[in-house]
């Protein structure tokens, strides 16, 4: 099976802009989780799609958005960009909801300038 | 506040040595110890625990879990230059009926030949 993959892998965006990043999971899974790692604050949960439905979030402010499709991809939005959120964006599918056993991509490294 | 605290932060050995690398927790609603490593982007799974003093061994890894004490330790005997990681430990706690995957910061590890 093809693994989780994630597109772009790098992208450089200005304050102000936003962003729209984009993860396919592995086929037949159907949860999608979305994290934020930064040498900081090192992993942290933003949020999970299920069968289309957020199914949780994490404590991020609302200019970060997601959404996932029927067939299981899912797109996280940040608006207004910030510098500080510059980071590597990790998903991760799951052939069911509940945080164990997630398969990670690659990762978008986020610059924003 | 849950908190998932990982030692040493960094960690420098030469092939062949054995390496133990600690994680421990306070946190709410507890459910399950995660392990992963993560070599260049994607973190790739490595244990699930879930039950105390139950080791899981994959190879030369092993990690085992104290739910008395909140803590887990994961072992590399043996190690070679490809365990060069970062390895991270994640709680994973009950939310309701949802979830919550808190990481620490991971630990470094580097293996010289």
């Given at each position: 099976k093809a693994g989780v993959t994630q597109t772009p892998r790098y992208l450089?965006?200005?304050?102000?802009?936003?962003?729209?990043?984009?993860?396919?999971p592995i086929s037949g899974h159907r949860s999608v989780s979305w994290y934020q790692q930064t040498p900081g604050q090192g992993l942290q949960f933003l949020f999970e799609y299920f069968s289309e439905t957020q199914r949780n979030k994490g404590n991020f402010p609302g200019r970060f958005s997601g959404r996932q499709f029927s067939n299981s991809r899912s797109e996280m939005n940040v608006s207004t960009l910030e510098l500080g959120d510059s980071a590597?964006?990790?998903?991760?599918?799951?052939?069911?909801?509940?945080?164990?056993?997630?398969?990670?991509?690659?990762?978008?490294?986020?610059l924003v300038l | 506040e849950d908190k998932v605290v990982q030692s040493p932060l960094s960690l420098v050995v030469h092939e062949g040595d054995t390496v133990?690398?600690?994680?421990?927790?306070?946190?709410?609603?507890?459910?399950?110890?995660?392990?992963?490593?993560?070599?260049?982007?994607?973190?790739?799974?490595?244990?699930?625990?879930?039950?105390?003093?139950?080791e899981k061994k994959s190879g030369r890894l092993s990690s085992i879990?104290?739910?008395?004490?909140?803590?887990?330790?994961?072992?590399i005997t043996a190690t070679q230059t490809g365990d060069s990681a970062i390895y991270l430990c994640a709680a994973l706690l009950n939310r309701g009926s949802n979830y919550k995957l808190t990481f620490g910061k991971g630990t470094l590890l580097t293996v010289n030949p």
């Open positions: 450089i965006k200005t304050r102000g802009q936003q962003v729209t990043l984009s993860c396919s590597l964006y990790l998903c991760a599918s799951s052939p069911a909801t509940g945080g164990e056993t997630q398969y990670f991509g690659p990762g978008t490294r986020l | 133990t690398l600690n994680c421990s927790y306070e946190v709410t609603n507890f459910r399950s110890l995660l392990w992963y490593k993560q070599e260049k982007k994607a973190p790739t799974f490595l244990f699930m625990l879930t039950s105390s003093g139950i879990l104290d739910k008395k004490e909140l803590f887990s330790i994961l072992n």
